[in-house]
């Protein structure tokens, strides 16, 4: 599913803060998810909003390896009950290497992040 394909549902997700990474990556990528959300036509609700359909609560992760650094995403999608309901998740490997494995990850990774993980959210909102 492209990047440009609509929602054509009328569900509210909620983001939950991201745990795993440092604040300012964080913010950086929850800057991309809206950005990419708002786009795709899907309604955004604020976190802990009672009207939210889903929240997404995600974990984000850099580990050195030998050939660069591996990013790796994890999404629970909850009910309102906090039950979780489906899964995303996914790695990209980025071919820079660093001491501090955070400082080899970059917008363009996040906005990789951003949209493998609305490719996937799409196609299940899409999938009833």
Sequence with gaps: MSSSSKVTTDA??????L???????ADALAVEVARGATSRGIALANFQDATANY????????????DGTLVVYVW???SPDLKRVHRIAGKIMIERKASDPWSAVDDKTLALVSQE?????????ASG
């Design 117 to 125: 993980t609305l490719d996937k959210l799409t196609s299940w909102l």
């Design 19 to 25: 745990t795993g990474p440092p604040q300012k990556i």
């Design 76 to 78: 629970d999608v909850l």
């Design 55 to 66: 929240t997404m609560k995600g974990y984000l992760s850099a580990v050195a390896e030998d």
């Design 12 to 17: 509210r997700i909620a983001f939950a803060p």
